[in-house]
């Protein structure tokens, strides 16, 4: 479905990005792991079009999509999240919804307005927020509402896009741990309803847990790749997460 093939980019002297190969197949839930400052960001904003790389190429659905916008990535079907959340601060849940929607995007009508959305579409947009337990706070400004919500917030108005690869950044950052397993609950029924993912996250219990592969990244390269419990047994991830003394003292 996704196909990144030996993309770099530098910034300056730091080479956040450094000649990335990855694939996602169709239906899968991938995820991407690595330390703080490893590339991952950088790599979600090469794919989304928000940066250009360097070098290297990417592919989606048999189309090249190197150095397009990022509407038109997104018109293609590939959607993504921000590591801190972005909104519409001074808009309501419902209408950061209704910005999204691609219904109302084709029938020119105004997104501002509640009023003059078609039936289904506030239906489609109620719909998901119910899903996301947003649904009671939809006419709560964006900017009012918690940290955890704001993200929810943001996967769910990411859905209003019809995505086809959803790419989440740090999806359970801040999430309280005992909501964590139906946020993965969640990801899994998308995925069952078509919804391809590229997923990143610190909760490596998380990541395990809900993705079918995983590639490992540090210094803007892949060293890992493979399914979870390759990945998590992988001498390079061990060192990275563990370092090398309290390797040795596992030995
Ligand atoms: N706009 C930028 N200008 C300059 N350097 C940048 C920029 N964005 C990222 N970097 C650098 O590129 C490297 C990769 O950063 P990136 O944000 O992609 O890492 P990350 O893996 O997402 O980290 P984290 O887990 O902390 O979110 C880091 O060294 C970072 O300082
Ligand atoms: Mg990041």
Redesign the pocket.
Known sequence: MLDVSSCKLS??G?K??DDVSLRVEPGSITGLI??????????F?VISGFLKADAGSIRFMDRDITARDPSEIAKLGILRTF?TPVGFPRMTVMENMLVFSRHDRDRRSSPFSPARVPAETLEAASAILADFGLYQKRDVWAEDLSAPDLKMLEFARAMMAGPVLLML??PAAGVNPALIESLASRIRALRDQGVSFLL?D?NLKFVCNVCDRIFA?AD?RIIAEGTPDEVIADQKVLELYIGKSAKTDLQ
């Open positions: 910034f300056g730091v956040a990005v690595g330390t703080n400052g490893a590339g991952k960001t950088t790599l904003n590591q950044d740090e990143v610190h990244m803007g």
